[in-house]
């Protein structure tokens, strides 16, 4: 079926169509488009309060911009808890996401043009009629809960509201079940709360550190890498459990260099040392556990010498390091990770390392986990919500865990068949490049084409904007107001967004489409204000500032209002778990059938001649979403195939070699990628960094840099608690020639 085939937004028909006058007034008229060429330097005017959206940790900032209204610089707000006034590169360069040429510039629409699919340019007006009428229809036929939102970032709250206001809260994002859900699980089964973001590490007074997996350096969160590093200068150990010397591991005191996908054999090591060497936490666990004695019984079998034939980690080494860790305890963090979508045991993987966190008495100590606190914005009045009959919990019913929307499902309940319980019919894509963010490509193309309507809002021309009906523009984070940014921390604070400069093109702000969109689906009662600064200022007032004082000052903290950060000497904590205590052995997992303990079980390894796909973060962009930023793309422009020097000798290959990939089930990279010989890789596995391979031709900098680790992930292992999608069970071959002698796309 070609009537929604992959379109590489080629805009034509542009000269046909008229913008309507108010896309047209929301340009100022000394606004080139190419606003990095007619930069002043040196007369910066104004200076406006932000928060980036370069990554999701939320970095408060001041935007600096002169007279022509060209951005000068940004640079981190001084009293900001996430960023202590200093941004990471991408934030730096997230002025890029505002001068990239490439940017989607006015409204598209599919058509066909000598019977070959493509997009014309079109007016709001009409871009919007035809979303509010294609809407309108799903309602009509099936139902408003055929609908689905797929989101991610600031866009997403806006178009949550409109969903919920239209009656629909068939809504996910990959940032569930492809990235935190089951550590959110984990931990909230055992210790009865969520890690959330930012994590509640308390990193900068820990003295032991334990990064699973975890590439913090390289994964950029801001204050979490400050933190680390003053806590490498104070003297704390650094452990780190990675099959790749990754930055943190070159740092760390000890670098376990693990077989990949036996993480929780290792971890029941380590309880099993602290438990029968006798030199866990105590009194701590005798005030605060529970099931500590089916856990000690559990553990028994659990050597270092058990673990070595399954991680290959040395018995000494696993011995030495559990006692760092408890010389260093309450003091030490085993830190939960962010992406831990890895082999579909992830859930239990993220029990197992809070278990550990427990024996050692972490939680609610110094150095260890604080206790976070936030602030809630209260919520702009509207009328009372419809219920919709079904939406995101039916859908991932059969995981007894699950707490958010799954894309994965979404995307299954879209593709029609005897058993399609809860029909999806219709997709709003915001802010989330679905196609690289999920695996699977097959299957997620077969969703698309079984759709009626699909409408993506974005920045740019990504690879799913071209599978569209209609693309909405939305203006970047620079140009536009968004939701007050309350977040977790040692203390409560808000941040404001306000554009520093006019939205370039014809490009709009989410919550203005939102609204529109709204209109006319006759929900404007839910929309009760001409301007999104109405519903900021009057949210700040309730929160005891304004919209004015946020201008100036861009965040404010607050004193903390839950009690202490840490547990108190001579009082008692109460977890929020069925037992008010930490579950080492969890009841409510064994009442589902599932494992009240967690328990090492064994994944594929590769076969002769293929290598894991493993991936990762690259400290110069974020996800699919940076690639193309001119800044940053002249940082790190493509990713590299990092093989061990063994590998190389086997397959013949040498540095800036470019070679093609192919997965265990057939499935080519669609570009090559060069070579990158190091150490610094097991040889069973190879490593690349995740979101390059853009396959859209409109993406001048980004189109064929690099792979693409999505494309090559065609197997996953489901998470049976939450329903995530464990993805690094896939294995390529290294293939010195294109074996498809053409790109796919
Ligand atoms: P990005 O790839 O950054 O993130 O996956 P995505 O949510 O898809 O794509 C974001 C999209 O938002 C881009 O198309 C970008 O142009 C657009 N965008 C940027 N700013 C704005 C804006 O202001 N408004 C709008 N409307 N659009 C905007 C992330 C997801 O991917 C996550 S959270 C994780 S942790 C997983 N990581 C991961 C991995 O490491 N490897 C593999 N293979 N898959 C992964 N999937 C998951
Ligand atoms: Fe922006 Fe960097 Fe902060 Fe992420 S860590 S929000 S990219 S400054």
Redesign the pocket.
């Known amino acids: 079926n070609s009537r929604r085939s992959f379109i590489k937004i080629s805009a034509l028909g542009a000269s046909g169509i008229a913008f309507t006058t108010t896309a047209l007034s929301a340009i100022p008229s000394d606004m080139n488009s190419n606003g990095a060429k007619d930069k002043k330097i040196g007369s910066i005017l104004s200076r406006s309060a932000t928060y980036c959206?370069?990554?999701?940790w939320k970095c408060a900032a001041w935007v600096y911009s002169d007279e022509k209204g060209n951005i000068q610089k940004i640079i981190g707000n001084e009293n900001d808890p996430h960023c202590y006034g200093r941004l990471c590169p991408r934030g730096t360069g997230g002025v890029g996401?505002y001068t990239d040429e490439d940017r989607l510039k006015t409204p598209l629409i599919r058509t066909k043009i000598d019977g070959k699919d493509s997009f014309r340019e079109a007016s709001w007006e009409e871009a919007l009629d035809l979303v509010a009428k294609n809407m309108e229809k799903i309602k009509t036929e099936y139902g408003p809960e055929s609908m689905a939102l797929i989101?991610?970032?600031?866009?997403g709250s806006h178009l949550e509201h409109l969903f919920k206001a239209y009656g629909s809260d068939t809504v996910a994002?990959?940032?569930y079940a492809?990235?935190?859900g089951p550590r959110e699980t984990g931990f909230g089964l055992t210790f009865g709360s969520w890690v959330g973001s930012p994590e509640p590490t308390d990193i900068r007074d820990t003295k032991c550190l334990v990064l699973i997996g975890s590439h913090i350096g390289e994964n950029m969160h801001n204050s979490q890498v400050q933190e680390m590093s003053d806590a490498i200068d104070n003297g704390a150990n650094i452990i780190t459990v990675d099959p790749r010397c990754s930055t943190a591991a070159s740092k760390s005191q000890h670098w376990l260099a693990i077989k990949p996908a036996t993480d929780i054999a290792l971890l029941l090591s380590w309880m099993h040392v602290l438990i029968y060497e006798d030199i866990y936490n105590k009194e701590y666990v005798e005030k605060y556990g529970s099931g500590f004695e089916a856990l000690k019984k559990h553990v028994k079998p659990f050597s270092p010498e058990w673990a070595y034939g399954i991680t290959t980690v040395k018995p000494k080494e696993i011995r030495k390091t559990a006692r760092i860790m408890a010389a260093a305890a309450p003091s030490t963090i085993v830190h939960p990770g962010?992406?831990v979508?890895w082999y579909g045991d992830d859930s239990q993987r993220a029990r197992a390392i809070a278990i550990l966190n427990g024996l050692l008495g972490s939680w609610g100590n110094r150095g260890g986990f604080y206790f976070k606190e936030k602030i809630s914005v209260p919520k702009f009045p509207h009328p009372p919500y419809p219920h919709p009959k079904w939406g995101w919990k039916e859908l991932v019913e059969k995981y007894p865990f699950a707490e958010m929307g799954s894309t994965m499902e979404v995307i299954k309940a879209s593709i029609p068949g005897a058993d399609q319980k809860y029909p999806i019919k219709g997709w709003f894509v915001?802010?989330?490049?679905?196609v690289?963010?999920?695996?699977k490509r097959k299957v997620i193309e077969e969703a698309i084409q079984s759709l009626d309507f699909m409408v993506v809002?974005?920045?740019?021309p990504?690879?799913?904007?071209g599978y569209a009906d209609v693309i909405?523009p939305?203006?970047?984070?620079l140009e536009?107001y968004?939701g007050i940014r309350s977040a977790t921390n040692r203390e409560p604070s808000i941040a404001l967004r306000s554009p520093a400069v006019p939205p370039k093109y014809n490009s709009k702000p989410?919550w203005w489409m939102a609204k529109e969109i709204g209109n006319r689906l006759d929900l404007a009662e839910y929309f009760n204000y001409n301007d999104y600064e109405e519903v900021i200022d009057w949210q700040l007032k309730e929160m005891g500032s304004s919209l004015e004082e946020m201008k100036k000052i861009g965040v404010k903290n607050f004193k903390r209002k839950s009690g202490a950060l840490y547990m108190q000497k001579g009082k008692t904590h109460e977890f929020a778990t069925p037992s008010g205590k930490i579950e080492f052995y969890s009841e409510e997992l064994a009442s589902h059938g599932l494992d009240p303990i967690p328990v090492y079980t064994s994944h594929d390894s590769p076969k002769q001649g293929f290598y894991r796909l493993n991936?990762?973060?690259s400290p110069m962009h974020?996800?699919?979403?940076?690639i193309?930023n001119p800044n940053l793309s002249d940082l790190t422009s493509e990713n590299m195939l990092w093989v061990n020097p063994k590998v190389a000798r086997i397959e013949g290959l040498k540095n800036n070699q470019e070679v093609w990939l192919q997965n265990q089930d057939g499935v080519n990279s669609s570009f090559p990628i060069k070579v990158r010989v190091t150490e610094r890789i097991r040889w069973d596995s190879v490593y690349m960094y995740?979101?390059f391979g853009h396959s859209n031709k409109k993406l001048t900098r980004a189109h064929g840099k690099g792979a693409?680790?999505?494309e090559l992930?065609s197997r996953i292992a489901i998470d049976p608690l939450m329903g995530g999608?464990g993805?690094r069970g896939n294995f390529v071959k290294i293939l010195l020639d294109n074996p498809i002698k053409e790109t796919i796309l």
């Not at 809002?457 to 740019?460: E, F, G, H, L, P």
């Open positions: 959206e370069v990554c999701f996401m989101k991610h970032g600031s866009p994002e990959p940032a492809q990235c935190r962010r992406h979508t915001a802010g989330t490049n679905l690289a963010s999920v695996p809002m974005d920045t740019m990504m690879e799913i904007t909405l939305e203006c970047t984070y536009r968004d989410a991936y990762g973060r974020t996800f699919s979403r940076t193309n995740h979101g693409s680790d999505t992930i999608t993805m």
